[in-house]
């Protein structure tokens, strides 16, 4: 069918008036899903349940306000302050079940009031949400990623301090460490502490506190640990073993000159794929008790070249190894042990939704309890949406080597994009409340399909 020029094309040269009225419009009609999945998760109750024994304001709860917080970085918005730009959405409101919604100086004030005690009972709220879900998935084989991840801060706040931070050297900084899951992509729990400590500060206690966890819920499961160097010591490997989990850590070679001795004495490597070689041995340092399988491989790589560009007709290039060593009491084969391995570097991009999209890396307070609420929140948001997935949708992976997620997630900023920014117009029709949004194919088969799935589980 051919159109004519001039019914595709129209002049706008004219700058219409602009008139500001109530008419109960939303910015963020999509946010309508995520009603039926509060609802059958019940978190609105639980969270109040967090908060009892604090004091509770008369209008505006700890509860609320984290739950308005939970919202507002789903929303995508990062500073409190940009609250402001919302506070009259009908739909924002009817979500959280409030008239109005509280100021920022409210929030903040909230914020200042939380303790210690509230920062426990918000953890143990998340780590029952994701074991929920992992109990209704009956999994035989569960993969936990530890790893710290540096928060920084231009301001002082409470409990902060100088430390290593390769992109604001000198700035203060936290450095919690996050337990995550490999096969859902949720963060289990997080264990907060100041930004001058080794990445190992308190993992022995956190890492055993989360395989519990996980044990109680599902105890026939088979539990496995990735970690990276940071780790590697005595006493963390002799625990996983000892509890009979199945780990791989990366081992920080260069500081044992026995290991470095094998690598440079080894004639012989056994092929294990592209330009990669390995072999095994039995070791132990000298301090340590038992000994376990090591994995040495050695990667070919192109060196890079410093010097000035020589425009020739061909640069010859020069080659040389990469090494590598995994400690581990896996009994696969060396290419699956370093294909699992590997498959670690998924925690990182959990780190970069998380403060790209869910604006972890935002200090709000001064408060040392305030600041590790937000952080909690903004983990409570990215379960939320990998939650309303794993609902709507069938598992669309196997177990694989890399233990790869087995759904193929959206992140919060493509679902925010495709979904939630939707505008919409709340309206009355003969007593019935009415959502009324712009005809779009897309945004409605999976709007309505949200919907659908969310309310035949409630």
Known sequence: MKCSKASIHRKTHRIPE?????QRLTSFAGLIVFQPLLS????????????????????????????????HLLLGYRRLQDMRYYRDDP??????????LPDVATVSRNLAGMDARSVEKLRHLNRQLVLERLSKLGLRRITLDFDGSVLSTGRFAEGTAVGFNRKKKGARSYYPLFCTLAQTGQVLDVWHR??????????????LACIREIRTALPRAVLEVRMDSAFFSDAIIGMLDAEGVEFSISVPFERFVELKGLVEARKRWRHLGHQCDFFEARWKPKR??????FIF??????????????LDMFIPYTYGYDFKVIVTNKRLGARKVLAYHNGRGAQEGIFAELKSQAQMDYIPTRRQAGNQVYILSAMLAHNL???????AYPRQRNTTERRAPLWRFEQLGTLRRKLIQRAGRLTKPQGTLTLTMSANPAAKSQLLHYLDVLKQVA
């Open 297 to 310: 491989i050695r990667t070919c790589n192109r060196q890079q070249h410093k010097e000035p560009v020589q």
């Open 40 to 71: 059958r998760l019940g978190l609105k109750e639980q969270l109040a349940g967090c908060f009892r024994h604090l004091k509770v304001s008369p209008v505006f709860g700890h509860a609320l306000v984290v739950l308005l917080l939970i919202v």
């Open 91 to 100: 739909m924002v409101r009817r979500l959280l079940g409030l008239e109005r």
């Open 194 to 207: 100041p930004g001058n400590v080794h990445d190992s500060n308190g993992a022995k206690t956190f890492i």
């Open 288 to 293: 340590w008790d038992e000994k376990y399988r």
């Open 18 to 22: 602009i008139r500001f009225e109530d």
């Open 385 to 391: 949406n990998r939650e309303m997935q794993m609902t």
